[in-house]
């Protein structure tokens, strides 16, 4: 599920999602900056125009200094100026003031601003919230020219306007509300084009998750069709390109292996024509060894074993390339299993060098090679009586698979110093034999794997361990079938290799 999560499809619409809101917000709220900002500096340029023109247009109508009726009555022509409405003024000069509304406290009037109409010679506005309502609150002084100067000096009379901007509050939330409708159509058109270039971008990708796949499960002719020239149209050229040196390299590996497996072959059955003659003269020669010289008797014997050797060898190689090429085939019969090991063990004259704990007679019967089943279990038995120390024992147990059904297991267990760490991964391997053992090693080293290969061949199991109290263990699991189980002849397995 977490995997599900944080998967490039998610990832892909998250980020151009964020990228849409924050482009949509910043873009919605530089607009309503500025839309704002011009609804009401328009309003603002407006009111000061008029209000400054209705000003120069009252005043050289009254008598200068004013009075209190002559400050009230200018107060109330010079609200009359408001389009809309009647403007709210405060006339003052000096201690005196009046406004056009009686009572009126003109709250939204800051003694900042105050100060400022009476010290500059230049109209001062500024935007308040009173009571909760925006207003914009304007002051001029009243200004006349000199007798002796241009330059305008002020007479101490100071009007101040206050001018509601309902309407422009007005213009500004319904700016605001036309923004926040268009979010979010902006936000699903985002996440929609986020959809469409995630399935661009994750098509050559899952093509490509598919192609490898492919390659994995052996199919090395799969390619990639490449579209475009981007980034991703590169990288299936590169797919393609090292699919075929892949191709290629396996194809040429494969040739070699089974040229050498051939000329394996071959080599094996030519010199088992000469071996054989080779065997008769040596099993002569041995009926003749008593009557010959000490030294002559001695190379007779060392060539008659090395003879036996090499013939072993032959039939390992032999063994091993039907393995390879497939043609080792299985030929069932139902037999007694631990009946079949006695013989195994009496064939070869270990009956009583190998200690048994075998089931009764009839007890354990099941389906499987009796010819293959005699060479796993003699070669593990001469692996142990070879490389590891009395006492050997074998063992034969029957267990219930929930999964796998009823099973054998037999344990061929020596009395050794066990199987080196370094070399237990590499015992099955062919002609693998450990440093320790190179040297008293009368082996080909071909007998663990051919017994692996015949455990395979009847889907069973085989491993090596060392026991906790000492020695090695080799684990043979086999399957029993059920009566009516055809032969039948696998195709041959990979190599385990560690």
Do not use: C
Not at 83 to 106: C, H, I, M, N
């Amino acid at each position: 599920m977490l995997r599900a999560l944080m998967g490039l499809r998610l990832r892909l619409v998250v980020t151009f999602t964020l990228v849409a809101v924050v482009a949509t917000v910043t873009t919605g709220a530089l607009t309503f900056r500025e839309a704002r900002t011009g609804v009401l500096q328009q309003s603002q340029d407006t009111v000061i125009e008029e209000f400054r023109h209705r000003v120069n247009t009252l005043v050289p109508n009254y008598r200068f200094p004013p009075d209190a009726a002559g400050l009230n009555s200018f107060a109330n022509d010079v609200s009359r100026g408001g389009r809309s409405q009647q403007w709210r003024v405060l006339v003052a000069y000096r201690e005196k003031s009046a406004t056009s509304l009686p009572g009126d406290s003109f709250g939204e009037l800051s003694p900042a601003m105050r100060e400022s109409v009476r010290s500059r010679r230049a109209t001062v506005f500024q935007r308040v919230s009173h009571d909760g309502h925006s207003a914009l609150v304007v002051g001029m002084p009243v200004t006349f020219s000199g007798l002796y100067s241009t330059e305008r000096q002020a007479s101490g009379l100071e009007v101040y306007l206050t001018v509601p901007q309902q309407e422009e509050q007005g213009y500004v939330d319904a700016l605001v509300t036309a923004i926040e409708r268009a979010t979010v159509p902006a936000l699903v058109l985002a996440v929609l084009i986020a959809l469409l270039a995630a399935r661009g971008v994750l098509r050559p990708v899952r093509a490509l998750r598919r192609a490898t796949r492919s390659i994995a499960e052996g199919r090395l002719d799969t390619r990639l069709a490449v579209q475009g020239s981007d980034e991703l149209a590169d990288l299936s050229r590169t797919f393609n390109e090292t699919a075929a040196a892949l191709e290629g390299s396996v194809a040429e590996l494969r040739r070699m292996e089974a040229g050498a497996r051939r000329f394996a072959a071959d080599v094996s059955h030519e010199l088992r024509t000469p071996l054989a003659a080779m065997s008769a003269v040596t099993d002569v020669l041995d009926e003749d060894a008593a009557g010959l010289d000490e030294d002559t008797a001695t190379a007779v014997r060392l060539i008659s074993t090395e003879t036996t050797k090499l013939a072993a060898l032959v039939d390992d190689l032999m063994e091993i390339s039907r393995f390879d090429a497939g043609a080792a085939a299985l030929h069932l019969d139902e037999i007694d299993l631990a009946e079949s090991l006695r013989r195994t063990l009496a064939t070869r004259g270990w009956q009583d060098t190998v200690e048994t704990g075998l089931p009764a007679p009839g007890e354990l019967r099941g389906r499987v090679d009796p010819r293959r089943l005699d060479v796993i279990v003699a070669n593990l038995v001469a692996n142990a009586l070879r490389h590891g120390a009395p006492p050997v024992r074998l063992y034969l147990h029957a267990e219930d698979d929930p999964r796998a059904g009823r099973r054998a297991v037999v344990t061929v267990r020596d009395g050794g110093d066990g199987i080196p760490e370094a070399v237990l991964p590499h015992v099955f391997d062919r002609f693998y034999k450990s440093a320790d053992a190179r040297a008293r090693s009368e082996g080909s080293g071909l007998g663990l794997s051919i017994a692996t290969e015949n455990v395979r061949l009847h889907g069973g199991t085989v491993r090596a361990a060392n026991h906790p109290e000492g020695g090695a263990v080799f684990t043979v699991v086999l399957p029993l079938r059920p009566d009516d189980t055809e032969d039948r002849t696998p195709p041959p397995a990979k190599e385990d290799r560690p």
